[in-house]
């Protein structure tokens, strides 16, 4: 029995639909043309989504010094909580990035080029978003005080004025 119904596809959107489908479903590892982070080069398994969201957070706030990981603790209940919003800012920053530089935002090399795409959605709900779960999630965590020269709260051992007041070179 043949049921075959004149729906007749194009090979662009079949190609089209097909990598969207394996990269929701974690299935693409590498698709030709495109730069992926240093975590799919270490031989993660993170998504293109988990890749782009944790681009992002480098380059909003870029610490060459910090481990991955300090960038995607504070994403993970953020993923939680807003997953739709990070999608959609994902999606909208992707198609920003191939209007304005021909390839998706994870593909571009230049970080000054990532900053300016970056730039034009600040006043979104997405990068606010971001913005603010990431500054807290980074710098309110004790394991990167030391790598920023801050020794932590000086309260219970009777303020800074005679332990290190006037000791920080960068400031």
């Known amino acids: 029995m043949n049921n075959n119904t004149d729906k007749s596809i194009s090979r662009r959107d079949f190609l089209k639909n097909s990598i969207k489908t394996a990269a929701a479903s974690g299935g693409i590892a590498a698709v030709p043309g495109l730069i992926f982070s240093d975590a799919l080069a270490a031989g993660s398994q993170a998504s293109l989504f988990d890749q782009t969201l944790l681009r992002i957070a480098r380059d909003i706030y870029p ?14 209940p953020l993923k939680e909580t807003h997953l739709e919003l990070l999608q959609q800012g994902v999606n909208a920053l992707d198609r ?76």
Request: aromatic share 14%; proline share 4%; net charge negative.
């Open 96 to 171: 920003l990035a191939m209007n304005k530089k021909g390839a998706p935002f994870l593909a571009i090399t230049e970080e000054s080029e990532r900053a300016a795409l970056l730039r034009t959605i600040e006043e979104t709900a997405f990068f606010s978003k971001m913005k603010i779960t990431l500054m807290l999630g980074i710098y309110n965590n004790p394991e990167v005080w030391p790598m920023f020269g801050y020794e932590g709260s000086s309260w219970e051992k009777g303020g800074y004025l005679h332990r290190g007041f006037n000791d920080l070179k960068w400031l």
């Open 63 to 76: 610490h060459d010094m910090l481990e991955d990981k300090y960038y995607t603790q504070p994403l993970v």
